[in-house]
C-alpha cells in the first residue's frame, strides 16, 4: 500500500452543518475555539441528576472532549495543566442522545469513537460527529494547542479527573475524523480490512480446553 | 544508611522522568518500525507520536495527559539499611507521589472504586503499588516507578498442558484482537507475559515482564526467547498497525517470564505497555550518590533462581 499523507483541515469548535458534512473520515483536524471536558461524572450529575449546566452550552462551546487533563489547581486557584488526553469514549454512549440535547453538542472528541449504530442513533439525528485523538497518547502536542484554562467546574466535589474544565484552543490536534455526517465509523473501516489477515493468524490453532462464558468466537466481533 | 531525603527526592525526579522521557530503548524501536510502516494511516499516527516525545522533552510536559497509574518497584541490596525502616521508605514514596502528582502535574487518575472519591494526588488505599526484591550483595537500593495505564490490554486464562504451544498462541492473538481494535491497547505495544505461577502470580510476572524489561532483551531461557520471538512475529503479521489501523505495527517486543505452576495448569497473562511506555529507574547508595537510567534491570539471575540447596533424603543430610 502506498504512503498517503492525510487531509489536513482547521475546524472551528463551533462548526457549521457544511464544514461538518464536508469532511471525510480519515481526515486531519485541527481544532480553534473553546472545547470543555466532560465524562460520567458530568454526565451522571446533569442527566441522571437533573442538575443545571454549570456553563452555558453551546453558546461557550460545542466541543465535549472525553477527557481528564493532567492538571493541577494550586491554593491560590492558579491553574497548571500541561498534557491532555483523551479517554475512551464507548463507555459514555448510554448518555449521549441526551447530552445532545442539553448541550447542542456537534464535535466529540475521545479515544477510539464509538459504533456506527451509535452514530447512526445518537450523532446523525442530533448532527454531530466524532473525531478522535492520535496514538494514542498525544498528550503533549495537544497541550501545546490550550492557550489557557478559562474555567473549571465541579473540581471541588467531582475530583479533577471528572470536573468540567473549559479550555481555550488554537492548533489543537491533531484529530482524525472517525465518524462522518452519515454515521459512517472510520475504525469499522480500517476492522474490516483487518479481518482476513486477522483470521489468517489463527490457522493452526485451537479453542482453549476451558471454555468461558460469553465468549465469541468471531474475531471480527467488536467487544465494546 | 541511605536517607529518607534522598529517596524522597530521588523519587520525585523518577516520577518526572517517566512521565516526561520516553525510554531510549523504546523510542529506538518505534523510529525504526516508523521506517518499515507501509500503511498510510499508520504511518501517520506513528510519525505524530514521535513528533510528541519531542514535544514532551521539549517543553517538559507530560507525554501523554493519562499519566497512567504511578507504582514503585524496591530492590535493596542484601547490606542496603535505610532511615526509618521500611515504614520510612514507604511514607516517603506515597509523598513522592502526591508531591509529584500535583507539580509536574500528572492525571490524579486513583479514585475508590466504590464512592469514587478522588485525593487529587495519586495516593489511596493501596495506591500506589510498592513492590520489593532483593539481591544478594550491595548496599544500594534501586528505584523503579513504572506508570502504565490501567484500563486496557490486560487479560488471564487458566490454560492447561493439553492447550499447549498453541493455545497461547491463540490466547495471545485474541487479546491483541479483544485490545487491538480502535487501538484500545495504545499499541504498538511492549506486550509482557506471564505463564505459571498461580493467578496472581500470573499477573504479576506478566506485569513485570512488560514493565521492568527492555525492548531488545530476551530470556535467557533459550526456549523462551524463542516463544518470545516467535509471538512477536506473530502479532505483527495480524495486518493490525496503530488504533487499529491496516498496518502492521503491533509489538514492539514480547517478553515473556515465567513461574512453577500447579502440575496440572499453564496459567497465562497479558500486558500491553502502551505508546508512553513510562518506566524510570535510580540507584541511591549510602554516600549519598544517585544513578538514574530506564532499564529496570529487575530479572536477575537470582530473580529467576530456580531452586535451593537441599538434599532429597535425611541420610544425604548425615552423610
Not at chain 1, 481526515?27 to 458530568?42: F, K, P, Q
Not at chain 1, 492557550?147 to 473540581?155: G, H, I, L, S
Not at chain 2, 506471564?194 to 525492548?215: E, H, I, N, P, Q
Request: aromatic share 8%; with cysteine; glycine share 10%.
Amino acid at each position: 500500500m502506498a504512503k498517503q499523507s492525510p487531509r489536513k483541515i482547521r475546524l472551528s469548535t463551533q462548526p457549521s452543518e457544511d464544514e461538518l458534512r464536508a469532511l471525510q473520515l480519515g481526515d486531519v483536524v485541527y481544532l480553534h475555539g473553546s472545547v470543555y471536558t466532560a465524562r460520567e461524572g458530568a454526565y451522571i450529575r446533569t442527566i441522571e441528576e437533573g442538575q443545571p449546566l454549570p456553563l452555558n452550552l453551546p453558546a461557550e462551546s460545542a466541543a465535549n472532549f472525553h477527557c481528564s487533563p493532567a492538571a493541577s489547581i494550586n491554593d491560590d486557584g492558579s491553574i497548571n495543566m500541561g498534557a491532555v488526553t483523551a479517554t475512551a469514549s464507548f463507555r459514555f454512549s448510554k448518555w449521549l442522545d441526551q447530552w445532545f440535547k442539553l448541550s447542542g453538542a456537534k464535535l466529540i472528541l475521545g479515544k477510539g469513537g464509538m459504533t456506527s449504530n451509535d452514530y447512526r442513533r445518537d450523532f446523525v439525528p442530533n448532527g454531530a460527529i466524532y473525531l478522535t485523538t492520535v496514538g494514542y497518547g498525544t498528550g503533549a502536542l495537544l497541550g501545546r494547542g490550550v492557550k489557557q484554562v478559562r474555567d473549571v467546574f465541579w473540581a471541588d466535589d467531582l475530583g479533577l479527573a471528572q470536573a468540567i474544565w473549559l479550555i481555550d484552543v488554537e492548533e489543537f490536534g491533531p484529530f482524525i475524523v472517525e465518524s462522518d455526517f452519515e454515521g459512517n465509523s472510520l475504525f469499522e473501516r480500517e476492522n474490516a480490512r483487518v479481518a482476513e489477515s486477522l483470521m489468517r493468524a489463527y490457522e493452526g490453532t485451537k479453542p482453549a480446553v476451558l471454555k468461558r462464558f460469553g465468549e465469541t468466537d468471531d474475531r471480527t466481533d467488536e467487544l465494546i | 544508611m541511605i536517607s529518607l531525603d534522598l529517596i524522597e527526592s530521588t523519587a520525585n525526579e523518577l516520577m518526572r522522568k517517566a512521565a516526561v522521557e520516553i525510554p531510549r530503548d523504546y523510542l529506538t524501536a518505534l523510529q525504526q518500525i516508523t521506517t518499515e510502516e507501509e500503511a498510510g494511516l499508520s504511518c501517520f499516527v506513528l510519525e505524530t507520536m514521535l513528533e510528541n516525545y519531542e514535544a514532551a522533552e521539549t517543553d517538559g510536559r507530560p507525554m501523554c495527559g493519562d499519566t497512567g497509574c504511578p507504582r514503585w518497584y524496591v530492590k535493596f541490596g542484601n547490606e542496603s539499611r535505610v532511615e526509618g525502616g521500611g515504614v520510612g521508605l514507604e511514607t516517603s514514596l506515597r509523598r513522592a507521589t502526591a508531591d509529584a502528582t500535583h507539580n509536574i502535574p500528572l492525571r490524579p487518575n486513583r479514585v475508590h472504586p466504590l464512592s469514587r472519591a478522588d485525593h487529587n494526588n495519586n495516593v489511596g488505599i493501596g495506591a500506589p503499588e510498592i513492590e520489593y526484591g532483593f539481591e544478594p550483595e550491595g548496599e544500594w537500593i534501586d528505584l523503579t516507578t513504572v506508570h502504565k495505564g490501567g484500563l486496557f490490554g490486560t487479560d488471564y486464562r487458566m490454560l492447561f498442558p493439553s492447550d499447549g504451544i498453541s493455545g497461547i498462541r491463540r490466547f495471545f492473538l485474541d487479546s491483541l484482537a479483544a485490545f487491538g481494535k480502535r487501538g484500545l491497547a495504545c499499541q504498538p505495544a511492549i506486550i509482557g507475559i506471564g505463564l505459571g505461577g498461580s493467578k496472581d502470580a500470573c499477573m504479576v510476572l506478566g506485569k513485570r515482564a512488560a514493565c521492568l524489561r527492555t525492548v531488545g532483551d530476551r530470556n535467557p531461557d533459550p526456549k523462551i526467547a524463542e516463544l518470545e520471538d516467535e509471538l512477536k512475529e506473530l502479532g505483527n503479521s495480524i495486518g493490525m498497525g496503530p488504533m487499529g489501523f491496516v498496518g502492521k505495527s503491533m509489538v514492539v517486543d514480547c517478553n515473556i517470564e515465567v513461574g512453577y505452576c500447579h502440575t496440572g495448569g499453564m496459567q497465562m497473562s497479558i500486558h500491553a505497555f502502551c505508546l508512553s511506555s513510562r518506566r524510570a529507574t535510580a540507584r541511591l547508595y549510602p554516600d549519598g550518590r544517585v544513578e538514574y537510567r530506564t532499564d529496570p534491570q529487575w530479572f536477575t539471575p537470582y530473580q529467576r533462581r530456580e531452586t535451593v540447596e537441599w538434599l532429597s533424603s535425611p541420610q544425604e543430610k548425615s552423610a
